[in-house]
């Protein structure tokens, strides 16, 4: 059975120190899911974002096949390596950082590539996964004859993973090469729960030709998670979140527009009842003191139907990374969300 989730909202943001924009925006995502065999799992996702204009894209397309003794993945699908919600240095495929583009998302890591891979189980929490993944073909440039429109076969990305668990620490490492950056991307990852949950990720970028040391240390990244849900007797329920990115090499000092070694991300969810979640959001620069900042609130008033209201603000100077005066400095925006 299809279902069906439709976001419509009015949003009014400063696009510079004088002026304001209001605008309308919708997103929709039709899925389509089989159901009719237990040993194979098929979805095509279609997304829209629909405005003035409208684009369409085909975020899920995958055929999930369970064989005797292991699983495989062929198409267009969600793959998540490393440990984050929104800062993962493990996540050699798709980068160590969540996109800002919308913080209201219940989900801010929700990437998809076009992969074949394999799930080999070696145990109760183990297993291998092996994973290639072929560069898809550029249709229009295709069509338009382009001498580049075919990709090249040094293009292809390939690895693998392996995960384990010892002592109830769940272990992960893995070890991608990159073709189109011609670089391998090894990568360590650490879960478990000590009074909180926590993680620990790390990674690290190799050229495949003529490494050098200084480029070993630049990219070297480390990140680091911990969470905690907490449920009360009078039903309200409250999670804290805080995760970092450590760059040891990257920038200490405050410098204009320069990547720094620290980044933080702090989130606070509260439920005072089954329909209604406050939330607060936001990325910290921590060495020029500035900060994206989003609250704002769901309250699912009927069901399947959420009304959303979301405020963001930079707090910042013009040279930092987020900052007041910049275009987006603060913006609202208000709407309903339905699934059916």
Not at 29 to 48: G, M
Not at 89 to 103: E, K, L, N, P, Q
Not at 181 to 196: M, N, R
Request: hydrophobic content about 40%.
């Amino acid at each position: 059975m299809p279902s069906v989730k439709l976001t419509l909202l009015n949003s009014l943001a400063r696009i510079d120190e004088d002026e304001l924009s209001f605008s309308s925006l919708g997103k929709g995502r039709v899925t389509l899911q089989s159901a009719r065999n237990k040993n194979v799992r098929a979805q095509l996702t279609i997304d829209t974002t629909i405005a003035d204009t409208i684009m369409f894209d085909i975020s899920r397309a995958f055929i999930k096949v369970r064989f005797p003794g292991f699983r495989t993945t062929i198409g267009k699908a969600k793959v998540s390596w490393g440990e984050g919600f929104f800062y993962n240095a493990g996540d050699v495929i798709f980068g160590d950082t969540a996109s800002i583009g919308d913080m209201s998302a219940e989900e801010l890591r929700d990437e998809a590539r076009w992969l074949t891979s394999a799930y080999i189980p070696l145990g109760t929490y183990s297993f291998i996964e092996p994973i290639l993944l072929v560069p898809g073909l550029n249709l229009s440039e295709l069509m338009q004859d382009q001498d580049d429109s075919i990709p090249s076969t040094a293009d292809t990305s390939a690895g693998g993973r392996v995960v384990a668990r010892v002592k109830g620490i769940k272990i992960e490492g893995g070890y991608l090469y990159r073709g189109i950056e011609q670089q391998h991307k090894p990568y360590l990852s650490f879960q478990g729960h000590l009074f909180l949950d926590w993680h620990l990720s790390s990674s690290l970028s190799i050229p495949h030709y003529s490494p050098v040391i200084s480029d070993l240390k630049q990219s070297f990244k480390i990140s680091w998670g911990l969470f905690h849900l907490q449920s009360f007797i009078s039903g309200d329920i409250v999670s804290f979140r805080l995760e970092g990115l450590v760059k040891p090499h990257a920038s200490w000092k405050e410098k204009d527009a320069e990547e720094y070694g620290l980044m933080l991300y702090p989130e606070i969810a509260w439920s005072p009842g089954k329909s209604l979640t406050f939330l607060f959001r936001s990325v910290v620069s921590p060495i020029d003191c500035s900060a994206l900042i989003t609250t704002g609130m769901y309250w699912n008033i009927y069901e399947g139907l959420k009304i959303l209201n979301f405020l963001s603000v930079q707090a910042g100077e013009t040279t930092d990374i987020y900052g007041w005066r910049k275009p987006g400095g603060i913006a609202f925006s208000s709407g309903f969300q339905f699934i059916y």
